[in-house]
């Protein structure tokens, strides 16, 4: 693989992002690289089950005559299913996870969608990667915006290790921010190193151009040398890791799962890793002729807890299970009803699985409602996935009510299935730090506010560039008080287009990419 192509697939280097003033980016070599910026050393480990779940026969409503009635061939029969309450039960594939669910291990969020469900895959997936609404198309997705706002100049203010992995997936879209993608993509640690290694080309010394194309080529060797080192980094992590001798699946889930174990028992902070497993839009066969536990979901549902139940029994080992959250997620749910090739369609909600020990176990929600299904056989939403997301930054990492709200555009409440006492993590520690948050509204017309904090007393100035590096706006805030300050930027006398805005204060330069549009 040319390095070119490995760049392409690890970080993903925008239009936007390419052409930033050399003067914001840096020079041709890296500073030494940052500690990180989070107040947390807290790891979610994110699932994909890809293809849209079918949550109805995953958390199964065992009890309700509906149930049967609507899936008469591929109805999971009470007697095989897994009871975990009176009226709830698990497929029996997922047996294993039981002791989990026994020991308050594992938190079952019912009914998860968005309002006025969009049924593509396409769009839903985006959807659920930007973390917007079913009427809004954005281009940066949550987790990008979410690790923007903590590593505002990332790539140059870049921790020592990659802030974001992502397995099996050509999906950028959810870890993209306003001028790269804040992931790396992973195959395995021993082959990233040696494809980076053996294509790797040291021209920093040469000096680029002072060009727009110099400007390119400046951005594209932070992102190689970037690359560069986290390959090491992540090599000399996998190394050092600790034997185990636990023996994970053979599968692509499986392989997933063990190298994310591998680079969390070698040290590696990296709080957000995201695994995907695919084949969940089951529309034929989605059980076997006879019996209905078996067929295409079983053996998908079941290769699952193979894999998680061995990865969370190692985080014990490790003493780190309570710093360690897996969440599954999947871009809808199929609907009530079967269709007639021993499967289901495209429906709305469905359930998200979450396990670890620093949680409350048990069951969040309503159970499905078989009563009150649309015309098209869909199931109510009871809860907004954005719930699920805000609570993860807020409550797990510790994240300002602020940074949240500007990550998804609005707030959406907590669901408590975090064992934190407190409802919203106090904003008393971001305040300690210079920080620029995310600008909103962005995209922007006629104005944006932007936002930043400042640790103590300083003398700020806002200064606002076009893409070719040449300042067009420059603003003397003069002394500034420390905490939460904001600035309203006016596009009335500028055309449509980029800009990036520099925040300078006495404790060094912050800058984001926003967009006029007219």
Known sequence: MKRRDFLKSSFVISALGAALPKTLIGGPKRSSLKTTSLDSDKIIVLVKLNGGNDGLNTIISHQDPLYYQLRPTIGIPNNQSIPITDSLALHPALEPLL?????????????VGYPNGDLSHFRSSDIWDTGSSEDEELFTGWIGRFLEAEYPGFPE???????????????????????SNMALYLYDPDTMYSIITGNYINDQ????PDTYGGDELNFLREMDLLSFEYSQIINETAENAPNTVLQYPNTSLGQQFEITARLIAGGLPTPIYRLYQNGYDTHIDQVGSSPSTTGRHSTLLS?????LSIFLSEMDALGVLDKV????????????FENASLGTDHGTSAPTLIFGSDINGGIFGENPNYNQIDVNGNMEMEFDYRQIYSTLMTRWFG???????????????????????????????????????????????????????LPSNSIVKIRLFDLNGKQIQEFNLGQLNSGSNEFILRGNSLPSGPYLVQVKSDFGIRSQKVMLIK
């Open 99 to 111: 002791p989990f669910y026994q020991n308050s291990q594992m938190s079952i969020i019912q009914n």
């Open 157 to 179: 203010n870049s921790p020592e290790f990659p802030l974001a992995i992502q397995f099996n997936s050509a999906n950028l879209l959810e870890f993209k921010s306003s001028n």
């Open 205 to 208: 010394e040469n000096e680029a």
């Open 303 to 307: 290769e699952l807890p193979d894999s």
């Open 325 to 336: 959250l897996v969440v599954t997620t999947s871009e809808f749910g199929r609907r009530a």
């Open 399 to 453: 994240t300002s009510e602020s940074i949240t709200s500007s990550v998804f555009g609005g707030n959406f409440s907590p669901i408590p299935f975090l064992n934190q006492t407190v409802a919203i993590h106090d904003e008393s520690h971001i305040l300690k730090k210079f920080k620029l948050h995310p600008a909103y509204p962005n995209p922007f017309n006629p104005s944006t506010t932007i936002s930043f904090n």
